[in-house]
């Protein structure tokens, strides 16, 4: 069986990582995505509003589980059996660093792969940062973000 | 008649941003600059200050106002009535930002259009961010920053 | 009165292109797109053809007028008076020649300016040359180019 | 069953090839890999060495197969019933070129998806062209080819 | 004599800065590598510390000294003599911003050359920051920072 | 002693060639400026010409010695003793394709070290085959070439 890791900080999950999700899913087996806990970042939302945005948002898909980390993605990856890591790239800036940690992971781990699925040009514009933005200047996320979250966002703004 | 938006932070205003500014305000009837308040990026300057920085850096230009901004930048674009947003690119980085804004932007609001200038080489790696490094450091910013702007920047760094 | 130049070697002349080309005509007052002999380039269509699918794709824009030019691209801007040149911006590669030859130009005579538009996302893969391959390989070009360069393209791999 | 395509030129196959090939092969039930024609690069060698070679090179991988095709990748795709794309990444050039092929690819078929594997760093700079012209002026391939393809490389510019 | 600077913030030195280095102590006489006090990058390690890991990670080098400095890089590199700068490079980003420093350089000081040395393969990945995160998860830094710096990041994070 | 080896094609040398040879021949005690055959490239001057164009624009600096090569940039710098290369960065593009080559040249032969010299801003955007565009278009090559190079290039599109 494969088993396949999408590892992200999900601040809040997105239309586009809701794409990669989903698209994952009809190539493997069982998607794990990983919210990392990544407290360098202050994220907006607590790792646990983090995950339950997550679940909440991918509850329609049945081989899709969410399990937050704050270890090392490799052995996070270790820990839940998967030999796959899934990326979504798009653009420059996303794949020189992507790059940079693919190429640190295989060092670490050669027996884990990451395999890389590029967004559509709808959503290659779309990240965290830029909903948390729109959001705190009250504009239109529709089509953007999973209902949940832009309830979840409205809250945070109020 | 053609008026544009020149949107930026101007922490603080450039001699690379003047010559966008100058530049802009040879192709449309009306350049609004409108300085954002982006309390993220914990700015040197107050809002205040980097209004009054580029009022005073663009006063021998006509047909240039300069205003504040707390919205999203299409929302402000309608506000003053501009159709077209003009920004200065530099390099690679800037492009990538660019472009993902442009797209967001577009999304946001068909009716108005993006248009970019290119910096010319000498203007090529100067950034409001380098020269707050170099007054920081007390090195010479002769030709990077309008004179005002120079001795705002000494008296923060006396 | 403003009057821009889109240049380009049109070989043919796209859906994007006519989306640069569209979006330009809006932003100043006359547009000429001025089709590049560019013999180097050994196209697919002759200076003629690719002139007269231009003229036919852009016969609705008022404001747009085509033309074949075989000079250095401000040489042929000054011959028209137009003191702006409009490009359409997709992906790196563009940029990085796009950005050498706007230096290039602005050395050569900096009393024309070029500004640039970012190409929608569903037009950011689309080129003279993929639809040259698709058309080739016999491909769907719905959606890709206008009718009339559809026809010619069959035309010419028939 | 997952079947999956890996198309290219490969003229001629490299060690980075075998590599994207070997790792794409544990990831899926079947690999085709599909050497395209590619009439316009004039290969050096024919579609027939070209194929003959890649059989060579990938004989120890049971579940890997080598078939020509010369029409659009996704009509291939679909005529052998993949429906899943692998492609090495190396580079920039790579990656931007990738990236508006793969957008093409959507278009045109969005039940073929698209996946990228990332070459490691001792793969990184490698490519046929490279690799023919280091063969050109008698270099050393030692590590850059299959031992078949050394001796092709050798007899084609003895 | 020719004296070269090697400038960064070391936070901490790792086998890629190492690399860079001992090749740079291979070309001139005399290296310099000036450690940065960059207190806006609020440093995990201290001047001091930074300073006394770089120290020991390169005692084996006869030509090499290492000093602190906490002004323009090119008024650093008139102190100390030093009308060679050497930079390691890895990576796009890398690239970009460098080329805006050397430029600025360039600007400042036209008698201080900037030299760049692409970094190997294996190095591409490495940074200080990376290697900050690595130790932060108690992951296994063997191979990508010298001793000294492993015992100096297992006491920062135990 | 520090012998240098500066490859390229050189068809035409231009002043952004000679930049790069007279900065590094401040650098070390000699530099070898190696024209590369390139037959693949076609080139507009033959290797005779090129070679006697860059010996001519090189000829006031007196550690500066003109070679043709026809093999392996690393076995072309073994044969004239040279242990250093070194290459002009201008832009992306040229920086992912000297970052192969020089990834497979320190594969070939770890002894020859690689440095990159940055193009100041306004040679940035000039290249050979810009020149040769220009001349072809009957352009001004004021400032772009030196004089000897001028002359030929006028001879040839006369």
Redesign the interface.
Known sequence: M?RALVPGTFDPITAGHLDVIT?AS??VDEIIVGVAASPKKSPLFSLEERVALAREATKALPNVRVEPF???L??FAEEIGAN?VVKG?????D??????????N???NQAI??????S???Y????SS?VRE?AC????MD?FVPECVRAALEAKFA
């Not at 792969?113 to 590029?118: K, L, N, P, S, V």
């Not at 290659?124 to 990240?127: C, E």
């Open positions: 494969k698209r009809q190539l704050d270890c090392l490799v052995v796959i790239l798009r653009a420059i800036t794949f020189e660093y992507e790059f940079q940690m693919t190429a640190l295989y060092q670490l792969e990451t395999i890389f699925i590029m559509p040009p709808q290659m514009y779309l990240s830029i729109i200047l009250h504009g239109d089509g």
